[in-house]
């Protein structure tokens, strides 16, 4: 009865997706157009897309490379479904809240009982931050990423426990992470060392079989690892040809939280220093309750201690979003790549729904429902207002099948070679600039360029395209070099160009994976084999899991 109740009233703030057109959220339309090009990869038979040939003007863009995969692949499902691209991604916004809340709801009333797993759903998908995430930002990738958080939780709980019919949990483990990995970039970095704290504490207080939980722990977290593996280790040791580090340099500087913002700050369709940080009313209620429980000489000395590490924890991760922790942010450089300190709020949202959960089922069962019911109660009143996108556009969906004069992104996949954004269509896709040729294009797909050149002299070609690692150009089927192929001439930045003898040729730039992809893929099919295997041994030896017997329990 409490999962309906759950279920229909995560579906009230989503009926504003409704409205027809693209919710005008920061980065939404740039989505969609991403996606699109996204799908025509995957269309042309392209199993891992890495190159947006419409996006940057149609000079073509590494950006898939590098941004969370996974909210593309389930929306160029719903694509393939017959939903056009808007309604697609709308959808992923919507069924990526729903399962959060839901994910939520099996980690917390799994630890602590139905009730308090639902007032723990309820503030995961009530709090602030997830409307700014749906309505304000339109950030696809941290609106999926909330739904694995909880899920991995779930996996470690009901593994701690030991018990042969959990095997399953395991699973939800593995595939939980490699779903954040695969969510967005930061906000796995940003959750896992939680998750991984969480997994200490059950191993040190909560576990049957410390040394089989350890074991499986691990084992089911390096598949997950594994199977994501195809994106994130290209997206990490490739981010070095690109204006990452150049684009987003000193970023957090400017994007501190004051304290007073958590407590209350107006809601808005502002940009990042300018949208509503503060952790909600429900979020406040549940801080109180906490510190009253802890000072009460009546509850539980082991709740106490817990209550009062969680609380801190929150704090901590506060903390991190204010100017105080500008020394962390200058020393620790990885801490930069996250670009806004403010991201740190999905760790609070995840972090505030456990405590909540942990207070409620800490309170003397007399007044649990009460409490759950004000929390539900305040959840709803006070978000209301947030429940919708500041205007829609219609889009005519052939504008997705066009080139998109944006890279959908700040920049900062850019080649490091080339300018930050093109800022105009290239007048053809192959041109002469030098000598006298006659070019006449053939088939042209995302990674696949074709041409006919006849030259009359020897003559120099420039390909509209942008260079990235894995673009190669042949010419009557032999493959030129490095040193033929030139992408940083300042006429031209990041252009590839190249020479061509006098005659007829056949001409085909084509997009290939580099060896560190190649091992990427590679990695992610043992992941997938790993999985396979483990999946066969827990049906044929139930018994036995990872190579570790079970205790009974």
């Not at 429940?387 to 004069?405: C, G, M, R, T, V």
């Not at 420039?462 to 070099?481: A, C, K, Q, V």
């Not at 043992?526 to 483990?534: A, D, E, H």
């Amino acid at each position: 009865m409490l999962l309906i109740v759950l279920v229909s009233i995560s579906f009230v703030p989503l009926l504003d997706l409704f409205h027809p057109g693209i919710p005008l959220g920061h980065d939404t339309p740039d989505h969609v157009a991403r996606i699109a090009s996204f799908y025509a990869s995957l269309r042309e038979g392209i199993l891992v897309p890495r190159w947006a040939g419409n996006l940057n003007w149609g000079y073509g863009h590494p950006i898939l490379m590098f941004l969370y995969p996974l909210p593309s692949y389930v929306a160029s499902f719903f694509h393939a479904l017959g939903f056009s691209f808007v309604d697609s991604t709308k959808l992923v916004f919507a069924v990526s809240y729903i399962a959060s809340l839901l994910a939520m709801y099996l980690f917390a009333s799994t630890a602590w009982g139905a009730l308090p797993g639902s007032l723990a759903a309820v503030l995961y998908g009530f709090a602030p931050y997830r409307f700014v995430d749906l309505y304000v930002r339109g950030a696809i990738g941290e609106h999926v990423a909330f739904i694995f958080p909880p899920l991995i939780a779930w996996g470690l709980l009901k593994e701690s426990w030991g018990r042969q019919s959990d095997a399953t949990a395991g699973f939800a483990v593995g595939l939980g992470i490699a779903g954040l990995l695969l969510s967005h970039n930061a906000v796995s970095l940003m959750m896992l060392p939680f998750l991984l704290l969480y997994g200490g504490y059950l191993f040190f207080f909560e576990a049957k079989d410390r040394l089989g939980f350890f074991v499986r722990g691990w084992w089911f977290a390096v598949i997950g690892f594994f199977v994501s593996a195809f994106f994130w280790m290209p997206a990490f040791l490739e981010g070095k040809y690109t204006l990452r580090d150049i684009v987003t340099k000193g970023d957090f500087a400017s994007r501190f939280v004051p304290w007073q913002s958590f407590i209350w700050s107006p809601w808005n369709w502002g940009g990042g220093n300018e949208f509503t940080k503060e952790i909600g009313i429900s979020g406040l209620l549940v801080v109180g309750l906490s510190i009253v429980l802890i000072v009460h000489p009546r509850t539980d000395t082991l709740r106490k201690k817990l209550l009062l590490v969680v609380l801190a924890v929150l704090f901590g991760i506060l903390l991190m979003m204010t100017s105080v922790s500008s020394p962390l942010w200058n020393a620790i450089t990885i801490l930069q790549k996250f670009q806004f300190p403010w991201r740190f709020l999905s760790v609070a949202v995840f972090i505030l729904s456990v405590l909540g959960g942990i207070a409620v089922s800490s309170l003397p069962k007399k007044y649990t429902l009460g409490f759950v019911v004000v929390i539900l109660f305040v959840s709803i009143v006070t978000t209301i207002p947030m429940w919708h996108a500041k205007q829609y556009s219609p889009k005519d969906e052939k504008i997705f099948d066009l080139p998109y004069p944006g890279t959908t992104d700040t920049g900062e996949s850019s080649p490091i070679w080339s300018i930050r954004f093109m800022e105009h269509f290239p007048r053809a896709p192959a041109e002469v600039i030098s000598g006298n040729a006659n070019i006449a294009p053939g088939s042209r797909k995302s990674t696949q360029h074709s041409y006919v050149i006849n030259a009359k002299t020897k003559t120099r070609i420039m390909e509209n395209t942008l260079y990235f690692p894995g673009w190669n150009i042949d010419i009557d089927g032999s493959r030129l070099n490095s040193t033929e192929v030139q992408y940083q001439d300042p006429d031209y930045r990041g252009l590839m160009t190249f020479w061509i003898e006098p005659g007829q040729h056949s001409v085909m730039v084509s997009f290939t994976d580099t060896k560190l992809r190649t091992r990427a893929n590679q990695v992610s099919l043992v992941g997938l084999l790993f999985f396979v295997l483990t999946w066969c041994w827990v049906r044929m030896f139930p018994k036995v899991i990872v190579g570790v017997k079970r205790r009974r329990t």
